[in-house]
């Protein structure tokens, strides 16, 4: 189907050019805003519900719109019945508190939907008839917000004729179209108060203790963490590392009179080969429900001959209240898409170069992760006050 098929504007065509009738000259009038949906797709992070709050109130006092809210990411549009009206009650006191009103799910992509079991083939594409109801609900633009995969599917169902705008999300911060998303911070800030709080214990007891923290393929919430919490090690999947060399940086810290490490590890590590080896040897594979904190802690113990604790953070890195610095990032967004929405700047996403929010092409920003550069110079800072990576 070709974009503007199903009635929409094609995302290239943004205004309408009238005949004035005394002078006959051309003005360009853009099609007029009234309605707009907004859904939130795939993981929660705090601060979704600020930027849902901005959206509101901008769209409703700074431009008289009225705005819908899709329930759970795009079943709400596969279901329109679960989609309603958002007053201004209904975004009143929500700006501290974490998750989404409106709900969200990792598994609601409409081009390939599994109903009931996926392992039976039931994969229904359903995005023809997301488009189709997004037009009868009479949306004139939909806000997507969401990390690179909810991204990507606006901008399949934008190729579609679905007039979308983005807001970039994610705890991990690995979008590198953005400076940095929101829920980020929020995620540091557990990370940190939980590394803060294994100090004590880890001291007491002469200890190695692991706080593996989420982040994907990224290692940037384990570096923040771990520069701002003091952790002794940082583990990324940036920088290749072994057992031995963290042992031997442990064995040297002992020597030197600091009987404990804290390790911050990031949840994405690669595996060295000799646990890899070892796991295939017992499990006969890696063993999805252990996780690699333990893994590799327990090399550590057998290598450094200590006690090793881990403490793998999870999800608490998601929830609760969003940090200031996220309230005030997911505010800015919210003003911000709703301003590009007014100027039509469909198949565009928000984002945040150094002090400005600026729009970019969606299409040119997802599928490009943003990596922690081993050489940069947070690395390299962490290295001058001694964090040590485990590299050879
Ligand atoms: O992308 C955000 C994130 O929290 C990752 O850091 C983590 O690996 C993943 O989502 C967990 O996903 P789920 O909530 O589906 O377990």
Redesign the pocket.
């Known amino acids: 189907m070709q974009a503007g098929s199903v009635g929409f504007p094609a995302p290239d065509v943004k205004f309408s050019v009238l005949e004035s009738n005394s002078r006959s000259a051309k003005k360009c009038i853009m099609s007029e805003i009234r309605k707009i949906g907004i859904c939130t797709g795939g993981?929660d992070?705090p601060g979704l519900n600020a930027v849902i709050r901005a959206v509101v109130k901008t769209a409703i006092l700074k431009y008289r719109f009225e705005v819908i809210g899709i329930h759970d990411g795009f079943d709400g549009l596969i279901w329109p019945e679960k989609s309603h009206s958002l007053t201004l009650e209904d975004v009143s006191g929500i700006l501290p508190r974490g998750g989404t009103i409106l709900g969200t799910t990792?598994r609601g992509n409409p081009f390939a939907y599994c109903v009931n079991d996926c392992e039976q083939e039931k994969v229904h594409d359903y995005s023809d008839k997301v488009v189709q109801n997004a037009r009868t609900m009479g949306l004139d633009a939909l806000i997507v917000v969401g990390?690179d995969g909810t991204q990507k599917i606006g901008l399949e169902l934008g190729q579609k004729g679905l007039p979308v705008v983005g807001v970039p999300k994610?705890?991990?911060n690995d979008l590198s179209a953005t400076d940095v998303t929101f829920g980020f911070d929020s995620a540091i800030h557990v990370a940190t108060d939980a590394i803060d709080r294994i100090h004590t214990t880890a001291e007491a007891h002469h200890r190695v203790m692991i706080v593996e923290v989420?982040?994907?393929d990224a290692g940037w919430i384990a570096l923040h963490a771990g520069i701002a919490g003091g952790a002794h090690v940082v583990l990324i999947p940036e920088i290749p590392f072994t057992i031995a060399s963290v042992c031997s940086f442990i064995n040297q810290r002992h020597i030197f009179g600091k009987k404990f490490t804290i390790i911050s590890l990031a949840?994405g590590v690669k595996i060295p080969d000799e646990i890899r080896r070892d796991c295939i040897q017992r499990y006969g594979s890696i063993p999805k429900e252990i996780s690699v904190g333990s893994l590799i802690g327990e090399a550590i113990g057998q290598c450094a001959r200590k006690e090793v604790r881990v403490t793998v953070l999870g999800?608490t890195q998601?929830g609760g209240s969003p940090s200031p610095a996220d309230r005030i990032l997911s505010t800015r967004f919210g003003v911000a898409v709703v301003d590009l929405i007014a100027q039509h700047g469909f198949l565009k996403m928000v984002a945040l170069r150094g002090d400005k929010v600026v729009f970019v092409d969606i299409a040119d920003a997802i599928g490009k992760a943003k990596a922690v550069d081993p050489q940069g110079e947070l690395v390299n800072a962490a290295r001058a006050i001694g964090i040590h990576f485990g590299e050879e």
């Open positions: 993981g992070c990792n990390g994610t705890i991990d989420m982040g994907r949840e999800h998601r």
